[in-house]
């Protein structure tokens, strides 16, 4: 009876030794997911806050288009006003 009993302990003992190393994966596990979590959070921030500076240059640049477009506007009329000018003047005006 006591090399059942024996053999038993034994079962049980191997058995919790097998769940200990089972709840030490899961530890890991849980560790390495915590990890990607928190770098998927900071490329979250990250990418909110590219995108926020994107929005701003997106901004920036429609204002400078709109005003180099005034300033093209306003070059080629002085031009064509200069090269009326000149051709008057050459006419004799």
């Given at each position: 009876?006591?090399?059942?009993?024996?053999?038993?302990?034994?079962?049980?003992?191997?058995?919790?030794?097998?769940?200990?190393?089972?709840?030490?994966?899961?530890?890991?596990?849980?560790?390495?997911?915590?990890?990607?979590?928190?770098?998927?959070?900071?490329?979250d921030?990250?990418?909110?806050?590219?995108?926020?500076?994107?929005?701003?240059?997106?901004?920036?640049?429609?204002?400078?288009?709109?005003?180099?477009?005034?300033?093209?506007?306003?070059?080629?009329?002085?031009?064509?006003?200069?090269?009326?000018i000149?051709?008057?003047?050459?006419?004799?005006?």
């Amino acid at each position: 009876m006591a090399d059942i009993d024996e053999s038993r302990l034994d079962r049980i003992e191997t058995k919790l030794d097998k769940m200990a190393e089972a709840l030490i994966v899961l530890v890991r596990i849980e560790e390495r997911t915590s990890t990607l979590f928190k770098r998927l959070d900071a490329s979250d921030a990250r990418m909110n806050g590219i995108s926020t500076r994107l929005t701003d240059l997106e901004k920036t640049s429609d204002r400078r288009g709109v005003t180099f477009g005034l300033v093209d506007r306003l070059f080629w009329i002085a031009v064509t006003a200069a090269v009326g000018i000149g051709a008057w003047w050459i006419r004799g005006g």
